[in-house]
Structures are given as C-alpha cells and as structure tokens.
C-alpha cells in the first residue's frame, strides 16, 4: 500500500505524461499541452488572471533549457514554486490567526 506522499508523486507523473506528447516529443510540454494542463489541472490558480501573456510567460520561466518545451523537471519546479507559495500563504495566515 503506498502512502500520500508517493500517491502524489504519482499523481504528478501521470498528470504530466497524460497531456505530453500529443504535439511533438512525448516526454515534454508544448505551451498549447502546458496551457491546456495548467487551465484544467490548476483550475483555482488561473481563474482571476487578465494576462493573455500569462502562459508564455510561465513557458519562458520554466523552460531552462529554451527548447521551447518544458520536460518533466522544469515542470515540477513549477509544481514546487507553487505549493511553497501555498504553504508561505497558509503559514502566514496561520500567524495572523495567532497560531
């Protein structure tokens, strides 16, 4: 049986490669397969954002390499970027509580 911790990473995984590959090297994103991952995966991370450039400038943040893909390590900065804002943004609400 396999704990949260390794559910998650799989769930990572499979999330990342279920929308690879559709244009171009399958082990990486496009900005079309990164856009369409980030609008239906991160759905309450997007929703407010007005910048139609948002999801260029996430593929320039993310893509080290500047192949114009973004592989499965870049990706997962991205994921890690933001769940250390989540828990910044918690962590502080938290104090605000007195906590």
């Known amino acids: 049986m396999s704990t949260p911790l390794e559910d998650a990473m799989d769930t990572l995984i499979k999330i990342f490669h279920r929308y690879s590959g559709k244009e171009g090297d399958r082990y990486k ?13 991160l759905t309450n991370f997007l929703p407010g954002q007005k910048d139609p450039l948002l999801i260029d400038k996430i593929m320039k ?18 994921v ?20």
């Open 29 to 41: 994103l496009s900005k079309g397969e990164l856009k369409e991952l980030l609008t239906s995966k």
């Open 61 to 78: 943040d993310l893509d080290s390499n500047k192949d114009n893909e973004v592989d499965f390590n870049e990706f997962v900065i991205l």
């Open 80 to 99: 890690a970027a933001l769940t250390v804002a989540c828990n910044d943004f918690f962590e502080e609400q938290l104090k605000k509580e007195g906590f």
